[in-house]
């Protein structure tokens, strides 16, 4: 079943794609087995710091997101991308993030958001990317 109303396989809309390096944080078990469904040839990381192409974390308060930035920008591959998903408002789920709030602390260290995407029925998606001057 793809995620949010677009019939997009969520595999997809996270620009996900064979022969990526892959971290996944907090990921529900759900999203997982929706990730599988598009059977991509991906490789887990197991920290952080094992210089993923590409990254998810699932958080719901600043502080614990701007720590997994930190760590995953000094990390990541020049030209990968970080995924954070934070529970809608609709969700019930207290939180602390916005799109505004995951802005604040991801430009100054050199990130930009390049999508945003529903990512189940609680989560949303903001994709971010290290600026191209920074590269």
Same mark, same amino acid.
Request: charged share 30%.
């Given at each position: ?32 087995? *929706?990730? &599988? ?7 887990? $990381? +197991?920290? !952080?710091?094992?210089?993923? =192409? ?39 789920? *207290?939180? &602390? ?7 604040? $602390? +991801?430009? !100054?260290?050199?990130?930009? =958001? ?22």
């Amino acid at each position: 079943m793809a995620a949010g109303c677009s019939g997009t396989p969520l595999a997809k809309k996270l620009s996900l794609r064979d022969g990526q390096r892959v971290w996944f944080d907090g990921m529900p078990e759900h999203v997982i087995d *929706e990730i &599988d469904e598009y059977a991509l040839e991906l490789t887990f $990381v +197991a920290a !952080p710091e094992d210089a993923p =192409d590409a990254a998810h974390i699932f958080v719901t308060d600043r502080a614990a997101m701007a720590e997994k930035l930190t760590v995953l920008r000094e990390s990541m591959a020049k030209d990968g991308h970080i995924w954070v998903s934070w529970p809608k408002q609709t969700s019930g789920n *207290e939180t &602390d993030l916005t799109e505004d709030t995951i802005r604040e $602390v +991801a430009l !100054p260290m050199g990130l930009v =958001d390049t999508k945003v995407c529903a990512v189940d029925d609680i989560w949303s998606g903001l994709k971010l990317v290290i600026r191209k001057d920074l590269r």
